[in-house]
C-alpha cells in the first residue's frame, strides 16, 4: 500500500536561497528512486523561508529505506545549520 508523506520545513531567515539549492539536491536524487512515486517541493508564496514536500511512496519499508539513502543523510548534514526548527513530517491517508 502507498504512503503519503508530507513534510514541512523551515530555513531561517535569509536562507532559503541556500536552503532551496540543498533541497533541489534532495529532489534530484529522491525522484530516481525507483519506490518514489510523487515527490513534489513547494515553497510558501508569502513566507520564502517555509518549503513543503507531497511525497507518495510505494511502501512503508521503502519509505524507510529512503530515508537511509545517501542522498537524504547528505540533506540532513547540509541542512543543519540552514533549518529553523525541526522538520515537521507527517504521514497522511488521502480523504
Known sequence: MSVNVTAIIKSLPGK???M???LLELVAGSTQETACIQYDLHQAADE???FIFHEIWQDVEKLQQHNNTAHVLKFKEDAALLLAETPAIYITDRI
Open 48 to 50: 520564502p523561508n517555509v
Open 16 to 18: 532559503s536561497e541556500e
Open 20 to 22: 532551496k539549492a540543498v
